[in-house]
């Protein structure tokens, strides 16, 4: 591959999960238009990999296909960059299916480059303020701990912009977060997969676009679902009817939370301030 083939993604990321729920992501952002389409793979129980600087966008699938045979981080990152004559100019983050991480920085990586790995996680980034950066997603997500994967990166997110960031400001972030069957309708993998292609404040946006995705697609425990009484039977009937809708199932179709019904004995917490805050 010649040295001006792909593109310059200069940028900071995190590859991590969380082994006791069943979830691998990537979260990332860059002075970089779509930096979604280029930086974050995953896949459950196989692992995570960021690929930026001179990015080369198949150490993605191929590093997914590595990690499937059961490669350790490290070893995924050796093979990667052995058959690269790039590898000077990339970066490479991986989590493995075990939860083991690796961070690679070519030679000829723009300054500030680098990266830190740590129990889960491998942090990195390239023409950057400082490793503040780096130290700050490192730091946040070991910090975080307990909290769902998903929070934890928007928080590493933040704390590495906070520390400097990209040395050449921001555009654009993204968020990938996978788990076996906890996507829509519990027929896809994919969690969360939230892009902002172009933004003046690509974070706050991020986790703007976080926020609509939990609210729509977000599980609350089932032990703080509402029982329906009669009371609230008469509520539910009177806004639906003030809505123009017959049932809850046709009003939440419209309102994309259908994935938060189950059965018309207990209602979710939050579809009913959704239908509250409606009518």
Same mark, same amino acid.
């Given at each position: 591959?010649?040295?001006?083939?792909?593109?310059?993604?200069?940028?900071?990321?995190?590859?991590?999960?969380?082994?006791?729920?069943?979830?691998?992501?990537?979260?990332?952002? %860059?002075?970089?238009?779509?930096?979604?389409?280029?930086?974050?793979?995953?896949?459950?129980?196989?692992?995570?990999?960021?690929?930026?600087?001179?990015?080369?966008?198949?150490?993605?699938?191929?590093?997914?296909?590595?990690?499937?045979?059961?490669?350790? @981080?490290?070893?995924?990152?050796?093979?990667?960059? @052995?058959?690269?004559?790039?590898?000077? $100019?990339?970066?490479?983050?991986?989590?493995?299916?075990?939860?083991?991480?690796?961070?690679?920085?070519?030679?000829?990586?723009?300054?500030? @480059?680098?990266?830190?790995?740590?129990?889960?996680?491998?942090?990195?980034?390239?023409?950057?303020?400082?490793?503040?950066?780096?130290?700050?997603?490192? *730091?946040?997500?070991?910090?975080?701990?307990?909290?769902?994967?998903?929070?934890?990166?928007?928080?590493? =997110?933040?704390? !590495?912009?906070?520390?400097?960031?990209? %040395?050449?400001?921001?555009?654009?972030? !993204?968020?990938?977060?996978?788990?076996?069957?906890?996507?829509?309708?519990?027929? %896809?993998?994919? =969690?969360?997969?939230?892009?902002?292609?172009?933004?003046?404040?690509?974070?706050?946006?991020?986790?703007?676009?976080?926020?609509?995705?939990? @609210?729509?697609?977000?599980?609350?425990?089932?032990?703080?679902?509402?029982?329906?009484?009669? !009371?609230?039977?008469?509520?539910?009937?009177?806004? =639906? !009817?003030?809505?123009?809708?017959?049932?809850?199932? %046709?009003?939440?179709?419209?309102?994309? $939370?259908?994935?938060?019904?189950?059965? *018309?004995?207990?209602?979710?917490?939050?579809? =009913?301030?959704?239908?509250?805050?409606?009518?």
């Amino acid at each position: 591959m010649s040295r001006i083939d792909g593109p310059l993604v200069a940028t900071y990321s995190i590859c991590a999960c969380d082994l006791a729920t069943g979830q691998w992501g990537v979260a990332t952002q %860059s002075k970089f238009l779509a930096v979604g389409s280029v930086v974050p793979w995953a896949a459950p129980h196989v692992g995570a990999v960021a690929t930026q600087s001179y990015a080369n966008p198949r150490y993605g699938p191929d590093g997914l296909a590595l990690l499937a045979e059961g490669l350790s @981080a490290e070893a995924v990152v050796e093979h990667l960059t @052995a058959d690269d004559s790039d590898r000077a $100019l990339r970066q490479l983050g991986v989590v493995d299916g075990e939860g083991r991480a690796a961070t690679y920085t070519g030679d000829e990586c723009h300054a500030w @480059a680098g990266g830190r790995t740590g129990e889960g996680y491998a942090t990195q980034g390239n023409i950057l303020v400082s490793e503040a950066t780096v130290d700050g997603l490192a *730091e946040t997500f070991e910090a975080t701990a307990g909290s769902p994967l998903a929070e934890r990166l928007l928080d590493c =997110l933040d704390a !590495a912009e906070a520390a400097g960031g990209d %040395s050449r400001g921001r555009q654009s972030a !993204a968020m990938l977060v996978v788990e076996r069957d906890g996507g829509y309708a519990g027929l %896809s993998d994919t =969690l969360v997969d939230l892009r902002v292609d172009d933004h003046a404040d690509p974070l706050v946006e991020l986790r703007r676009l976080y926020r609509l995705h939990d @609210a729509l697609f977000g599980r609350t425990p089932r032990e703080e679902w509402l029982p329906v009484d009669a !009371a609230l039977r008469a509520e539910l009937d009177e806004r =639906l !009817a003030r809505a123009g809708h017959d049932t809850l199932a %046709s009003w939440a179709g419209v309102e994309n $939370l259908e994935e938060r019904l189950d059965g *018309e004995d207990e209602i979710d917490p939050v579809v =009913l301030e959704r239908l509250r805050e409606a009518t």
